[in-house]
């Protein structure tokens, strides 16, 4: 069993920054990806970024140059920095775990089906 608490959300203007942490509790043994969620009101739930446990991270489009996502193996840790924030950023953000990937699973990590756990989410608003 895994368990995923976030926390670090908050309101901020834009152009600000925040930090998102994930805490990481259970049993990853051997490949896994870890990944940051966004759900805005009235739409679907997206991808923001990713992370394997080869240290290789992807991001959606729209955060590329100010997300990033980091792995804090010894805490226990996922991170996500977020700079220069945008209105269009205001969410409730997820933490996302698959501990046991798959040797032969060789897709992209930016969908929600690849994550079996899920955090309850912190919610971040950035205003203009």
């Known amino acids: 069993q895994v368990q995923l608490v976030e926390s670090g959300g908050g309101s901020v203007q834009s152009g600000g920054s925040l930090r998102l942490s994930c805490s990481v509790s259970?049993?990853?043994?051997?490949?896994?990806?870890m990944g940051w969620f966004r759900q805005a009101p009235g739409r679907g739930r997206e991808a923001v970024a990713a992370?394997?446990?080869?240290?290789?991270?992807s991001y959606e489009d729209s955060v590329q140059g100010r997300f990033a996502i980091s792995q804090d193996n010894a805490n226990h840790t996922l991170y996500l920095q977020m700079n220069a924030l945008k209105p269009e950023d205001t969410a409730i953000y997820y933490c996302?775990?698959?501990?046991?990937?798959?040797?032969?699973?060789?897709?992209?990590?930016?969908?929600?089906?690849?994550?079996?756990?899920w955090g309850q989410g912190t919610h971040v608003t950035v205003s203009s």
């Open positions: 996302a775990a698959e501990p046991n990937l798959p040797a032969w699973y060789s897709g992209g990590y930016l969908t929600p089906a690849v994550y079996k756990y």
């Open positions: 259970g049993d990853f043994s051997g490949r896994y990806v």
């Open positions: 992370i394997d446990s080869d240290a290789w991270s």
